[in-house]
């Protein structure tokens, strides 16, 4: 999905409509702005509560510890 906006005389940008509904943005959402070459990727910032249990279940086999390093 394309979609163009224009940058405002104090630099705001407007998402449009269509992307803010596919991507359930919310107003008061807080975004990431992360440079890619010539341009930038938006990401929300989860909330901490959202983070709770994501490494559950991640493989801790031959995980490196302080003894291994010179």
Excluded: C, H
């Excluded at 803010?20 to 010539?38: E, H, M, T, V, Y």
Aim: aromatic share 8%; glycine share 8%; charged share 30%.
């Amino acid at each position: 999905m394309a979609a163009e906006t224009t940058i405002s005389p104090k630099y705001q940008v407007s998402i449009p409509k269509a992307l803010r509904d596919k991507l359930r943005w919310r107003p008061g959402q807080k975004l990431a702005f992360i440079p890619k070459g010539n341009g930038l990727l938006m990401i929300p910032v989860p909330k901490r509560e959202e983070l709770v249990g994501i490494a559950r279940g991640a493989n801790v086999d031959d995980y490196r510890d302080r003894n291994d390093r010179y």
